[in-house]
Structures are given as structure tokens and as C-alpha cells.
């Protein structure tokens, strides 16, 4: 699969834009925040949405690092301008 269709696959959930969404309006999120985010919307476990990040990560539309006890997200919105 090239990353095209990974950016694609990304993008084609309503979950998975809502934490674009979430981290374009505020970059630099933790896991417990994006999840708050998201069950505002719909019931979803942590690890569904660390599941969630995970795809966002291999499209390369999300990096994260780690900052003291913390994992922080961020939109790299390069992969969707090349598109």
C-alpha cells in the first residue's frame, strides 16, 4: 500500500478526523485528552483510540513524542498537502 492510500484509509473514518480536528485546533495533545475529545462524541475505550492514533501515525498524519510521563500528538499536515 503506498502512502497515499495510507492517507486515505486515515481520512476515511469520521474517529480519525475528529482527532485531526482535535489536534489542528490544538496541537500537542495527550492520549487522555484526545479521548476526552472523542467521548464527547461517541463511548470509546483508551485503547480505541490509541488504536485510532496508531493509523494516523503510520499515514505519518500524526507524530508523537514523549514529554516527562506524557506521549504528546501532533498534526503533520504535509502528507495530506501533497496529496
Do not use: C, Y
Not at 9 to 22: H, Q, S
Not at 44 to 61: Q, W
Amino acid at each position: 500500500m503506498d502512502d497515499g492510500d495510507l492517507v486515505f484509509k486515515a481520512l476515511a473514518d469520521p474517529i480519525r478526523r475528529l482527532l485531526l480536528d482535535a489536534l489542528f485546533e490544538r496541537d500537542g495533545r495527550s492520549l487522555g485528552e484526545l479521548e476526552a475529545v472523542v467521548n464527547e462524541h461517541v463511548e470509546m475505550t483508551r485503547f480505541g483510540v490509541a488504536k485510532h492514533l496508531r493509523l494516523l501515525e503510520s499515514a505519518s498524519l500524526v507524530t508523537s513524542r514523549k514529554q516527562g510521563r506524557e506521549r504528546l500528538h501532533h498534526l503533520n499536515p504535509v502528507p495530506i498537502q501533497q496529496i
